[in-house]
């Protein structure tokens, strides 16, 4: 077994395992700090199949920009984990957090399965282009066959922003019950 296999199936059991205690824990930062290893092991696979721009994309904007985001926001609001969150669980509770991540590794070990299975004997790398996940590749698919998706997304963006400034400055023009008497 060579050297990049052993690093693959590390990060690619790395992601998983991160993927799945970021469900798992109570803690909201916590969990953010799980989405984040798991990102990075992410592109860790990524960047081994060849895909240098997708993976430093994926560790600059979702690892460090978004992330950052969702810190600020579960900063921003107070959460805390543990039992402050709600109630105590359950047991349908107890029983659809271990059943829903239990069925899922069983379809995840069925996706390996068959595509273990589907393999013909050639290399998957072979039928990809030599320019796949450069810069020039990436940015001509996004600006030909994925436009309209990404514009979409765009507008979609510029909408939740403008809701967000809307929403804030209608709770700082409410007047307060002192300028209410």
């Known amino acids: 077994m060579s050297a990049e296999l052993v690093v693959f199936f590390i990060s690619a059991v790395v992601a998983v395992c991160g993927a799945l205690m970021m469900i798992v824990q109570r803690n909201p930062v916590a969990s953010v700090l799980y989405l984040i290893l ?31 985001l969702f810190l600020f926001v579960i900063m921003l609001l107070n959460l805390r984990g543990g039992e402050e969150l709600g109630k105590p669980m359950n047991a349908i509770s107890l ?10 590794l069983v379809e ?24 796949f996940g450069s ?8 600006f030909t066959r994925y436009l309209y998706p990404f514009e979409l997304t765009g507008v979609l963006l510029l909408i939740a922003i403008v809701g967000a400034v809307v929403l804030a400055k209608s709770e700082d023009s409410q007047p307060t019950a002192e300028g209410e008497n």
Request: proline content about 1%.
């Open 95 to 104: 029983f659809t957090k271990f059943t829903i991540p239990t069925l899922m």
């Open 108 to 131: 995840l070990l069925f996706v390996i399965k068959e595509s273990f299975a589907s393999m013909t004997g050639s290399n998957g790398a072979d039928a990809l282009s030599d320019g």
């Open 38 to 68: 798991s990102l990075v092991a992410q592109a860790v696979c990524y960047i081994q199949l060849g895909g240098l721009f997708l993976g430093a994309i994926l560790v600059i904007v979702y690892a460090g920009a978004i992330m950052v």
């Open 135 to 142: 810069v020039a590749e990436v940015a001509k698919l996004m």
